[in-house]
């Protein structure tokens, strides 16, 4: 609807302040011609939107304008209060719980919720909401920690790192860092972080916008993603969907199938599941994961004999 694009324009102009139209016809799937006109029905709302010309050049909103708060319907409210409640299932924040009791104290209950989010894996692990408000006051007043980390093949190493942003994805807690030693930003997992030590010292340098480090260091940070390919057998097709994902680039007459699917090589979740579907998955390719597949299946042999 025109009206749901109207307000979706005024939100990215008011959150991203210049962006050009181009951009804005691609995000709503219409031609550039339609924004122009949109960006007209605005201004004759009342919203100032001014435009720019130039490589930079693009729509914006005069700085220090702010919506009427109307735009926020009662459903908004409800859906804001829902996904905050899935957040906390994952982080127990004491501010993000102040805020959830206030937003709550003014949104409406949303009466026969469809969409539920829950997280509690990660909210079971009372170590990790330790490590997280640790690291939290740390990014908060811009000190160092010193940490214990066990990179994913065992080895240990002690770290001075000045923490600056927290991530959950991947069902699991990172943390973006500057590494002392290593003169580099570093993504650390949570989980194998040991012995956090905040200190007194304030960060060496000033860093940039932690988002943009934040994905920079997830694309790149050294982490090798392998091509796996799969021949599976048609009764857990489920479950390979399940629990491996990727995409089905071939079904065979009897039903088994082919799958292809990418890992990071540094992880070890893949290949656990890998074995656990003993038989009634084959790697194909690459050799590496075939040779490390019957290295381990070699000692698990040996562990239990005949």
């Not at 109207?6 to 302040?17: A, E, F, S, Y």
């Not at 500057?178 to 007194?200: V, W």
């Not at 990071?264 to 893949?270: C, I, T, V, Y």
């Not at 998955?281 to 994961?289: A, D, Q, T």
Request: hydrophobic letters at 40%; proline letters at 3%.
């Amino acid at each position: 609807m025109k009206i749901d694009r109207l307000v979706g324009i005024t939100m990215i102009l008011l959150g991203r302040g210049t962006v050009p139209a181009k951009e804005l016809a691609d995000r709503f799937e219409v031609s550039v011609r339609t924004i122009v006109r949109d960006i007209e029905a605005l201004s004759k709302a009342g919203i100032p939107v001014s435009s720019s010309t130039g490589a930079a050049g693009g729509y914006s909103i005069i700085e220090g304008y702010k919506l009427d708060a109307r735009l926020i319907n009662t459903g908004d409210q409800a859906s804001i209060v829902t996904a905050l409640k899935g957040f906390l299932s994952a982080y127990d924040g004491e501010r993000y719980n102040d805020l959830l009791e206030k937003i709550g104290s003014i949104a409406p209950e949303e009466k026969n919720q469809t969409i539920f989010y829950d997280f509690g894996a990660s909210g079971e692990n009372n170590e990790i909401q330790m490590k997280l408000k640790i690291l939290e006051k740390a990014i908060h007043d811009k000190v160092a920690v010193r940490i214990s980390y066990v990179n994913a093949q065992g080895g240990a190493s002690g770290r001075l790192t000045e923490p600056l942003a927290l991530s959950y994805r991947w069902y699991a807690w990172y943390l973006l860092a500057y590494c002392t030693m290593r003169k580099d930003y570093r993504i650390f997992k949570l989980a194998r972080m040991d012995e956090l030590e905040p200190t007194k010292m304030p960060f060496s340098m000033e860093h940039g916008d932690p988002g943009v480090l934040l994905e920079q260091a997830f694309q790149g940070g050294g982490r090798r993603s392998l091509g796996i390919t799969l021949l599976c057998k048609a009764g857990v097709k489920v479950q390979v969907h399940e629990y491996l994902g990727g995409e089905i680039v071939e079904t065979l007459e009897n039903g088994d199938f082919i799958l292809r699917l990418w890992e990071s090589e540094d992880e070890r979740m893949w290949f656990s599941l890998l074995m656990s579907f003993g038989d009634a998955v084959r790697v194909l390719e690459p050799r590496e994961v075939i040779d490390r597949l019957k290295e381990k299946s070699a000692e698990i042999q040996k562990l239990y004999g005949d």
